[in-house]
């Protein structure tokens, strides 16, 4: 019918890039190299040098491969982060297909819901999962008064497997629900038409249309848990190989290899999954560029199909909301010990934080920005030399964004003290002691999931509206600044939204970084409280602050999204 | 208030003392592993003693707050380090991150219980002293019917098993000090019975400090193997917590010391006088705080129940503790216990928990068969894979601490410790199975 | 008129020489020549895949030629950016911006050109009274029908008065009843402007009803070139024969010398090709349905020659019938005038078919 048959995508067509494009390429490979890998670098390059001469050597991960520890952690890792993403599927599935794919009351509502488990502060959120959920958390206190038993949510591999999937589905929640908006509804029309009806209208023609954006998050998911040491390590389970390389790199006196040797290989597993995954959606891209229809059509529940509807909705979010509520509890309680519920509630803890909370906030809130700022940035240039240039190796912008995926951020933190500190202001001041370097390491450290959405947001732009503009004598950097990135803005919100609010509660490459209390975010100033027993209710204040501030930022952010896309008519 | 008075009284004298030398003033920046409990009292206490400086508090857990100087030694900004474990100190004086100072405070006798307060060398200073012990949630030991315990011993009884929870000694330098106390005081052979005796009955073993006092302050384990002022604050904030210290155990200084290159050496050294003077004493019996102060005359100002180091007669009892042997195998009783116990958890609780069913029908109906069994149950899961004298022997530091010469791996030294706890266990497992079929 | 004047160029010549493109192991145009006229409506006509979008997007700068160049009023462009070629190109999306309204969408060629603003505003408004659209400059593309996006689209390309229009099957997402009044305002907005346009398209008829000249194009290669009515009439080839309207070509070979010369049809029938004929040793005799004439069988020959067929269908088109008849291996289609539903021949039934050498074709193989 149309007459584009020669290249399989009309993107390909790009032969050359222009001497901007190159430039642009050449900075941001700068930017990554000088903030990863070089830091990285100068941390990771002990795993590949012999003890004593320092000289180059593989033998580390030959021992690596030798050890049974670390085989059985390897195993444990790749059990775990798989289990997590089916069970952070079963989690994401109705929610994203209810609110989506029928007339849902409060669809909004639960979309926003099904963010929060993202923005878990640390330390604070596992004491509080563990009050709920713990082997005499409330729920097992009860059951063990009411029926004499317990489940072990949060023992061994199948409590990080629990955690981890109520942590991070929804990754998979936010790339599904927008994967299924996105499919035309004659699609649909067509299969019911040929008598497809129910699942199996689902399982054949709706998922598997839908399955680029499941598969983003489910890779996503992945990665995530496979390289997440703070849940494994705070459920007590060690054989997991994020928290070997976290134990190795921060015991005292031990000088070895190891810990950056495992941070190699899950650098190195952690790439492979992605693209995989890359692969995997490699001729299934089947974006709609005719954004007509408004995606699925939605249909109206019978009664029946409601109540089992919204039942199954309620308890999805009652189970993956549970921490927040416990969190909650805990920063209204006075003593909350061996019991179903706390001893007796009160306010003093918000009146203990309410006066640093303000600096901590303010912190936050310019770093969380500058980082999301900085990931949109860089997220929208990567995203456009990848997908719309032939740039040799423009791939490799894309691999090295996304390996920060898997960098530990104690490694990173190190990795920058050693990079940074001996750098030093005209002042003396080194350069590592400046604020800005937080924000640097949280910038790299979140710009995954930037780069994601802006990708597929960049994906789903028909190629001739750029072509357009530059038929009418708009140059590249000018279709860029005023046809690309207007469109994309959606997604480079939702980019900024999960940059941000993930880098709000971010700890590990923080802890390392905080020179002052003066510049300390919210989630170090959360830290510090963790450590005593006195420190517990103001700590969950400070969490629930936290979480507000987030999910306000959150909903902001997505009425304005809502707001534009209805402005430009794209809405439905 | 006494305390803000003498603060003050002090702040003068100070100002007055030191003032023949260079005016403390600017800002002092500290790197501690304590609370904000901590730290925030003594920050107001301090600047209010010495005005013009203000206290700067860099909150880093021990482990990472050394690694931090480690880092940043090309251009140190920090100009104390405070934390409770010596042995930090010791590998920050042994990496030449600690300037020497010798403090002018007064009253303040050379040692605690046996052990030396400061640094002989004057590296750095103790000014509280901590004890370790046991700590146990009321709640949860009344529900589940758990007996008090009094000793290390009684923790490797079968009414705790799985109840009891630790810290990884690679990960937290009191618990590593704990497991060292009880080597040191049992001896290798008999110390390691002991721990893995009770390893048996651990539910978990956490990765830091305060992941033990919070698991048993929520009631999600029962017992805690802790340094006591987790306890006492826990205590202070209404938790229902009790603590006990055993036979073995030693009293051991929390310290400070000034860091090499200290961009403000005179605040530094005037935050060391304060923390060793009355006032900076008194602030340590904050119920929030709640440790040891080591100038005896502070004691007269606490409650009756305040344990007092220096006249009761239990922390006399309690043993010397050799820093020099604990700092040569530091690496090496680490590993160990990671390998041999943190590693292998769920294979050693496997047969700890046979072998107390084995004791439990033996009580009933003695037979020497099964007994025998046992006791070489127990040989196995005590037996080691290094005697002390090879744990301290230089070519095992050296495979630990990155030694320039070449010579065995750690993680070569690791692997062959793992398989032999495995077979140990493995082998140990079986025969318990084969006692507890002779015993029924 | 005189409001128009201010969209119109001079109109520039397009000439491409010699232009190879390949992919990879893919040569997707070969050796292209053209040459076009100032002021010409010309089209690209080919099936899927013949090269004709790719060519189109060289002039416009989004492809680049392995070798050859493209000449616009005389000039080599081969070497500018597309946004810098002045050539003005509708999509077949049409491509309109979404974010922005049907006047910020006309306006934005002319702001990017930094036109001062008042100007801006009056070219837009007459850019989209050209078009009939003044009323709805507010509105968001999606808010239009597909023929009032097609016009905004047209609208916004020749608001920039490019040296060329370039339109890239401007019609396939218009209904039939809609693209036959697009396609008639398209050629009077040409006419007015007088701008050299090319025309992209698969579909015959839209190339006949409003181009000037036609390249037919086959795998990369320009078949022929011509007005519409010369490539009816005398196609180069038997592609051009066959995609121009409807062509019966029959295969066979030449038997016999000289005056005994004879082309025998497959299925054995033969006629008469003298060696001064012209008829090549290697050739397919092809005619229009119009072209040749049935009468009953057993009759008297009517025409140049003569051959016996079956009849095997028929369609009634109005003024003509279509019969669809064998005549030896070969199926043809015959348009007879439609008189009389009584004088029809009947599927089943032999008739004789009649040509005459001043109708039929001998194309090459």
Same mark, same amino acid.
């Given at each position: 019918?149309?007459? =584009?048959?020669?290249?399989?995508?009309?993107?390909?067509?790009?032969?050359?890039?222009?001497?901007?494009?190159?430039?642009?390429a050449?900075?941001?490979?700068a930017?990554?190299?000088?903030?990863?890998g070089?830091?990285?670098?100068?941390?990771?390059?002990?795993?590949?040098?012999?003890?004593?001469?320092?000289?180059?050597t593989?033998?580390?991960?030959?021992?690596f491969?030798?050890?049974?520890?670390f085989?059985?952690?390897?195993?444990?890792?790749?059990?775990?982060?798989?289990?997590?993403v089916?069970?952070?599927?079963?989690?994401?599935l109705?929610?994203?297909?209810?609110?989506?794919?029928?007339?849902?009351?409060g669809?909004a509502?639960?979309?926003?819901?099904?963010?929060?488990p993202?923005?878990?502060?640390?330390?604070?959120?596992?004491?509080?999962?563990?009050?709920?959920?713990?082997r005499?958390?409330?729920?097992?206190?009860?059951l063990d008064?009411?029926?004499g038993?317990?489940?072990?949510?949060?023992?061994?591999?199948?409590?990080?497997?629990?955690?981890q999937?109520?942590?991070?589905?929804?990754?998979? &929640?936010?790339?599904?629900?927008?994967?299924?908006?996105?499919?035309?509804?004659?699609?649909e029309?067509?299969?019911?038409?040929?008598?497809?009806?129910?699942f199996?209208?689902?399982?054949?023609?709706?998922?598997?249309?839908?399955?680029?954006?499941?598969?983003?998050g489910?890779?996503?998911?992945?990665?995530?848990?496979?390289?997440d040491?703070?849940?494994?390590?705070?459920?007590?389970?060690?054989?997991?190989?994020?928290?070997?390389?976290?134990?190795?790199?921060?015991?005292?006196?031990?000088?070895?290899p190891?810990?950056?040797v495992?941070?190699?290989?899950?650098?190195?597993?952690?790439?492979?999954?992605?693209?995989?995954?890359?692969?995997?959606?490699?001729?299934?891209?089947?974006?709609?560029?005719?954004?007509?229809?408004?995606?699925l059509?939605?249909?109206?529940?019978?009664?029946?199909?409601?109540?089992?509807?919204?039942?199954?909705?309620?308890?999805?979010l009652?189970?993956?909301?549970?921490?927040?509520?416990?969190?909650?509890?805990?920063?209204?309680a006075?003593?909350w010990?061996?019991?179903?519920?706390?001893?007796?509630?009160?306010?003093?803890h918000?009146?203990?934080?309410?006066?640093?909370?303000?600096?901590?906030?303010?912190?936050t809130?310019?770093?969380?920005?500058?980082?999301?700022?900085?990931?949109?940035?860089?997220?929208?240039?990567?995203?456009?030399?990848?997908?719309?240039?032939?740039?040799?190796?423009?791939?490799? &912008?894309?691999?090295?964004?996304?390996?920060?995926?898997?960098?530990?951020?104690?490694?990173?933190?190190?990795?920058? &003290?050693?990079?940074f500190?001996?750098?030093?202001?005209?002042?003396g001041?080194?350069?590592?002691s400046?604020?800005i370097?937080?924000?640097?390491?949280?910038? =790299?450290?979140r710009?995954?999931?930037?780069?994601?959405?802006?990708?597929?947001?960049?994906?789903?732009i028909?190629?001739?509206?750029?072509?357009?503009?530059?038929?009418?004598g708009?140059?590249?950097?000018?279709?860029?600044?005023?046809?690309?990135?207007?469109?994309?803005?959606?997604g480079?919100?939702?980019g900024?939204?999960?940059?941000f609010?993930?880098?709000?509660?971010?700890?590990?490459?923080?802890?390392?970084?905080?020179?002052?209390n003066?510049d300390?975010?919210?989630?170090?100033?959360?830290?510090?409280f963790?450590?005593?027993?006195?420190?517990?209710?103001?700590?969950?204040?400070?969490?629930?602050?936290?979480?507000? &501030?987030?999910?306000?930022?959150?909903?902001?952010?997505?009425?304005?999204?809502?707001?534009?896309?209805?402005?430009?008519?794209?809405?439905? | 208030?006494?305390?803000?008075?003498?603060a003050?009284?002090?702040?003068?004298?100070l100002?007055?003392?030191?003032?023949?030398?260079?005016?403390?003033?600017?800002?002092?920046?500290?790197v501690?592993?304590?609370?904000?409990?901590?730290?925030?009292?003594?920050k107001?206490?301090?600047e209010?003693?010495?005005?013009?400086?203000?206290?700067?508090?860099?909150?880093?857990?021990?482990?990472?707050?050394?690694?931090?100087?480690?880092?940043?030694?090309?251009?140190?900004?920090?100009d104390?380090?405070?934390?409770?474990?010596?042995?930090a100190?010791?590998?920050?004086?042994?990496?030449?991150?600690?300037?020497?100072?010798?403090?002018?405070?007064?009253?303040?006798?050379?040692?605690?219980?046996?052990?030396?307060?400061?640094?002989?060398a004057?590296?750095?200073?103790?000014?509280?002293?901590?004890?370790?012990g046991?700590?146990?949630n009321?709640?949860?030991?009344?529900?589940?019917?758990?007996?008090?315990?009094?000793d290390?011993?009684d923790?490797?009884?079968?009414a705790?098993?799985?109840?009891?929870s630790?810290?990884?000694p690679?990960?937290?330098g009191?618990?590593?000090?704990?497991?060292?106390?009880?080597?040191?005081g049992e001896?290798?052979?008999?110390?390691?019975?002991?721990?893995?005796?009770?390893?048996g009955?651990?539910?978990?073993?956490?990765?830091?400090?305060?992941?033990?006092?919070?698991?048993?302050?929520?009631?999600?384990?029962?017992?805690?193997?802790?340094?006591?002022?987790f306890?006492?604050?826990?205590?202070?904030?209404?938790?229902?917590?009790?603590?006990?210290?055993?036979?073995?155990?030693?009293?051991?200084?929390?310290?400070?010391?000034?860091?090499?290159?200290?961009?403000?050496?005179?605040?530094?050294?005037?935050?060391?006088?304060?923390?060793l003077?009355?006032?900076?004493?008194?602030?340590?019996?904050?119920?929030?705080?709640?440790?040891l102060?080591?100038?005896?005359?502070?004691?007269?100002?606490a409650?009756?129940?305040?344990?007092?180091?220096f006249?009761d007669?239990?922390?006399?009892?309690?043993?010397?503790?050799?820093?020099?042997?604990s700092?040569?195998?530091?690496?090496?009783?680490?590993?160990?216990?990671?390998?041999?116990?943190?590693?292998?958890?769920?294979?050693?609780?496997?047969?700890?928990?046979?072998?107390?069913?084995?004791?439990a029908?033996?009580?009933?109906?003695?037979?020497?068969?099964?007994?025998?069994?046992?006791?070489e149950?127990?040989?196995?899961?005590?037996?080691?894979p290094?005697s002390?004298?090879?744990?301290?022997?230089?070519?095992l530091?050296?495979?630990?601490?990155?030694?320039?010469?070449?010579?065995?791996?750690?993680?070569?030294?690791?692997?062959q410790?793992?398989?032999?706890?495995?077979?140990?266990?493995?082998?140990?497992?079986?025969?318990?199975?084969?006692?507890?079929?002779?015993?029924r | 008129?005189?409001?128009?004047?201010? #969209?119109?160029?001079p109109?520039?010549?397009?000439? !491409?020489?010699?232009?190879?493109?390949?992919?990879?192991?893919?040569?997707?145009?070969?050796?292209?020549?053209l040459?076009?006229?100032?002021?010409?409506?010309?089209?690209? #006509?080919?099936?899927s895949?013949?090269?004709?979008?790719?060519?189109?997007?060289?002039?416009?700068?989004?492809?680049?030629a392995?070798?050859?160049?493209?000449?616009?009023?005389?000039?080599?462009?081969?070497?500018?950016?597309?946004?810098?070629?002045?050539?003005?190109?509708?999509?077949?999306?049409?491509?309109l911006?979404?974010?922005?309204?049907?006047?910020?969408?006309?306006?934005f060629?002319?702001?990017?050109?930094?036109? *001062?603003r008042?100007?801006?505003?009056?070219?837009? *408004?007459?850019?989209?009274?050209?078009?009939g659209?003044?009323h709805?400059?507010?509105?968001?593309?999606?808010?239009?029908?597909?023929?009032?996006q097609?016009?905004?689209?047209?609208?916004?390309?020749?608001?920039?008065?490019?040296?060329?229009?370039?339109?890239?099957?401007?019609?396939s997402?218009?209904?039939?009843?809609?693209?036959?009044?697009?396609?008639?305002?398209?050629?009077?907005?040409?006419?007015?402007?007088?701008?050299?346009? !090319?025309?992209?398209?698969?579909?015959?008829?839209?190339?006949?009803?409003?181009?000037?000249?036609i390249?037919?194009?086959?795998?990369?290669?320009?078949?022929?070139?011509?007005?519409p009515?010369?490539?009816?009439?005398?196609?180069?080839?038997l592609?051009?024969?066959?995609?121009?309207?409807?062509?019966?070509?029959?295969?066979?070979?030449?038997?016999?010398?000289?005056?005994?010369?004879?082309?025998?049809?497959?299925?054995?029938?033969?006629?008469?090709?003298?060696e001064?004929s012209g008829?090549?040793?290697?050739?397919?005799?092809?005619?229009?349905?119009?072209?040749?004439?049935?009468?009953?069988?057993?009759?008297?020959?009517?025409?140049?020659?003569?051959?016996?067929?079956?009849?095997?269908?028929?369609?009634?088109?109005?003024?003509? !019938?279509?019969?669809?008849?064998?005549?030896?291996?070969?199926?043809?289609?015959?348009?007879?005038?439609?008189?009389?539903?009584?004088?029809?021949?009947?599927?089943?039934?032999?008739a004789?078919?009649?040509l005459?050498?001043?109708?039929?074709?001998?194309?090459?193989?």
């Amino acid at each position: 019918m149309t007459a =584009i048959p020669i290249a399989p995508l009309p993107r390909a067509r790009r032969l050359s890039a222009t001497p901007g494009q190159i430039a642009l390429a050449l900075a941001i490979a700068a930017f990554l190299l000088l903030f990863l890998g070089l830091p990285v670098g100068t941390v990771l390059y002990v795993g590949f040098t012999e003890k004593g001469t320092g000289s180059f050597t593989l033998v580390n991960f030959y021992d690596f491969v030798r050890t049974e520890l670390f085989m059985r952690s390897l195993w444990n890792s790749f059990y775990v982060s798989a289990m997590s993403v089916v069970w952070a599927s079963v989690f994401a599935l109705p929610l994203a297909y209810l609110t989506t794919r029928f007339v849902f009351r409060g669809a909004a509502l639960v979309q926003t819901l099904g963010f929060l488990p993202l923005i878990m502060p640390p330390f604070v959120g596992a004491v509080a999962m563990q009050l709920f959920f713990g082997r005499n958390g409330s729920i097992n206190l009860l059951l063990d008064d009411w029926c004499g038993l317990k489940i072990g949510f949060m023992e061994g591999l199948n409590g990080v497997i629990f955690v981890q999937s109520v942590h991070y589905f929804p990754f998979i &929640l936010i790339n599904l629900s927008a994967a299924l908006r996105n499919i035309d509804r004659a699609m649909e029309e067509a299969a019911q038409n040929l008598g497809s009806s129910g699942f199996r209208l689902f399982r054949r023609i709706v998922f598997p249309l839908a399955l680029p954006g499941y598969l983003a998050g489910a890779s996503l998911v992945f990665v995530k848990v496979f390289d997440d040491l703070a849940t494994p390590l705070l459920l007590n389970v060690k054989d997991m190989l994020a928290p070997q390389a976290y134990l190795r790199v921060t015991s005292i006196g031990i000088a070895d290899p190891m810990g950056y040797v495992i941070s190699v290989v899950l650098i190195v597993a952690s790439v492979t999954a992605m693209w995989l995954s890359a692969r995997a959606l490699k001729g299934r891209d089947y974006a709609t560029t005719q954004r007509g229809g408004g995606g699925l059509a939605r249909r109206i529940m019978t009664p029946w199909e409601a109540v089992l509807g919204y039942g199954v909705v309620i308890l999805i979010l009652a189970l993956v909301l549970a921490p927040h509520l416990a969190l909650l509890l805990l920063s209204f309680a006075t003593i909350w010990s061996f019991s179903p519920l706390p001893d007796a509630f009160t306010l003093a803890h918000y009146a203990r934080v309410f006066g640093e909370s303000s600096l901590y906030i303010k912190n936050t809130l310019i770093y969380a920005t500058l980082a999301g700022g900085i990931d949109i940035v860089l997220g929208v240039a990567i995203a456009y030399l990848v997908l719309r240039t032939k740039l040799v190796g423009r791939e490799w &912008l894309d691999w090295a964004a996304s390996a920060a995926l898997a960098i530990p951020g104690v490694v990173l933190g190190i990795g920058y &003290l050693r990079a940074f500190y001996g750098v030093t202001l005209p002042d003396g001041t080194p350069l590592a002691s400046l604020w800005i370097t937080i924000v640097l390491a949280l910038a =790299i450290r979140r710009l995954p999931y930037a780069l994601r959405a802006c990708s597929a947001a960049l994906q789903q732009i028909s190629v001739s509206l750029e072509e357009a503009a530059e038929n009418l004598g708009a140059t590249k950097a000018r279709t860029v600044r005023r046809i690309v990135v207007p469109l994309m803005a959606g997604g480079i919100l939702a980019g900024f939204v999960t940059s941000f609010s993930t880098a709000a509660v971010e700890l590990s490459a923080t802890l390392m970084l905080v020179q002052s209390n003066s510049d300390a975010p919210l989630a170090y100033g959360l830290y510090v409280f963790m450590q005593s027993a006195a420190g517990r209710g103001p700590g969950a204040a400070l969490g629930v602050v936290a979480v507000l &501030l987030v999910a306000l930022c959150t909903v902001l952010s997505h009425l304005i999204i809502e707001r534009s896309q209805k402005a430009k008519g794209m809405g439905h | 208030m006494t305390a803000y008075r003498l603060a003050l009284a002090f702040g003068l004298a100070l100002t007055t003392s030191i003032a023949h030398a260079q005016a403390p003033a600017g800002k002092v920046t500290v790197v501690t592993s304590f609370s904000k409990d901590v730290t925030d009292p003594f920050k107001k206490a301090f600047e209010k003693a010495v005005p013009g400086v203000t206290l700067e508090v860099q909150n880093r857990n021990t482990n990472a707050g050394v690694k931090y100087l480690e880092e940043t030694k090309a251009n140190n900004q920090v100009d104390l380090f405070w934390a409770s474990a010596p042995d930090a100190f010791e590998v920050l004086k042994g990496k030449k991150l600690l300037a020497a100072y010798k403090p002018k405070a007064t009253g303040i006798p050379d040692k605690i219980g046996s052990y030396p307060i400061n640094d002989p060398a004057g590296f750095y200073s103790g000014f509280a002293a901590s004890g370790y012990g046991i700590m146990w949630n009321d709640r949860y030991a009344k529900a589940k019917k758990l007996p008090e315990p009094k000793d290390w011993q009684d923790l490797a009884g079968p009414a705790f098993y799985d109840h009891v929870s630790i810290a990884s000694p690679a990960r937290s330098g009191t618990t590593h000090l704990t497991v060292e106390t009880i080597l040191q005081g049992e001896g290798w052979e008999k110390g390691w019975r002991t721990l893995k005796a009770m390893a048996g009955n651990f539910n978990a073993i956490t990765d830091r400090s305060f992941g033990v006092p919070e698991a048993v302050n929520s009631g999600q384990v029962g017992v805690g193997i802790v340094i006591d002022f987790f306890a006492f604050s826990a205590q202070a904030s209404g938790f229902p917590v009790k603590f006990v210290y055993p036979t073995v155990t030693t009293v051991v200084p929390a310290n400070v010391g000034i860091v090499t290159n200290a961009p403000n050496k005179a605040a530094a050294e005037a935050f060391v006088e304060f923390l060793l003077s009355l006032a900076g004493q008194e602030v340590l019996l904050e119920p929030g705080i709640r440790r040891l102060p080591v100038n005896p005359a502070v004691y007269a100002k606490a409650g009756a129940d305040y344990p007092n180091p220096f006249t009761d007669p239990r922390f006399q009892k309690m043993i010397g503790f050799d820093v020099d042997k604990s700092e040569a195998r530091t690496g090496v009783v680490d590993t160990l216990f990671d390998q041999l116990i943190s590693f292998q958890l769920d294979a050693l609780k496997g047969v700890t928990k046979v072998l107390h069913e084995v004791d439990a029908a033996l009580a009933k109906k003695p037979n020497p068969q099964a007994k025998a069994l046992a006791d070489e149950v127990r040989a196995l899961i005590a037996a080691m894979p290094v005697s002390e004298a090879q744990g301290s022997s230089p070519e095992l530091r050296g495979a630990f601490t990155g030694a320039k010469e070449k010579g065995a791996r750690q993680a070569e030294i690791e692997s062959q410790w793992a398989s032999f706890a495995r077979d140990s266990y493995a082998k140990a497992k079986a025969k318990a199975d084969e006692a507890l079929k002779a015993a029924r | 008129m005189n409001a128009i004047a201010p #969209l119109t160029t001079p109109a520039v010549s397009v000439d !491409i020489q010699g232009v190879n493109v390949s992919y990879g192991d893919n040569h997707v145009l070969k050796n292209v020549d053209l040459a076009i006229k100032s002021g010409e409506f010309f089209a690209f #006509l080919g099936p899927s895949g013949c090269g004709k979008t790719t060519l189109l997007r060289l002039i416009a700068g989004f492809n680049q030629a392995d070798s050859g160049s493209v000449l616009i009023g005389g000039k080599d462009i081969s070497g500018l950016p597309p946004w810098k070629r002045d050539v003005g190109m509708v999509f077949q999306s049409y491509a309109l911006w979404p974010h922005m309204t049907v006047a910020r969408n006309v306006a934005f060629g002319l702001e990017e050109r930094g036109v *001062a603003r008042d100007e801006v505003r009056r070219r837009v *408004a007459l850019a989209l009274d050209l078009v009939g659209l003044g009323h709805l400059a507010e509105r968001r593309p999606s808010q239009l029908s597909g023929g009032q996006q097609q016009r905004v689209a047209v609208a916004r390309t020749v608001a920039i008065e490019p040296k060329v229009l370039l339109l890239d099957e401007p019609l396939s997402n218009l209904d039939a009843k809609m693209r036959a009044q697009v396609r008639r305002e398209l050629r009077e907005l040409q006419q007015r402007l007088g701008l050299t346009t !090319i025309f992209v398209t698969h579909d015959q008829e839209e190339a006949n009803t409003i181009c000037d000249r036609i390249a037919v194009m086959n795998d990369g290669v320009i078949q022929q070139v011509g007005t519409p009515m010369e490539l009816y009439e005398r196609p180069a080839n038997l592609f051009v024969a066959n995609f121009l309207g409807t062509a019966n070509i029959m295969a066979g070979k030449i038997v016999g010398t000289g005056r005994d010369r004879r082309f025998e049809i497959e299925g054995g029938m033969q006629i008469h090709v003298a060696e001064t004929s012209g008829v090549p040793d290697r050739a397919k005799l092809v005619f229009r349905p119009q072209h040749a004439r049935l009468s009953p069988a057993g009759g008297p020959s009517q025409a140049s020659f003569s051959l016996t067929c079956d009849i095997i269908g028929r369609e009634f088109l109005g003024s003509s !019938i279509r019969y669809f008849a064998r005549a030896g291996a070969t199926e043809v289609a015959v348009d007879m005038p439609f008189q009389s539903s009584r004088q029809l021949f009947e599927p089943g039934t032999a008739a004789m078919l009649n040509l005459d050498y001043s109708s039929v074709l001998w194309l090459a193989e």
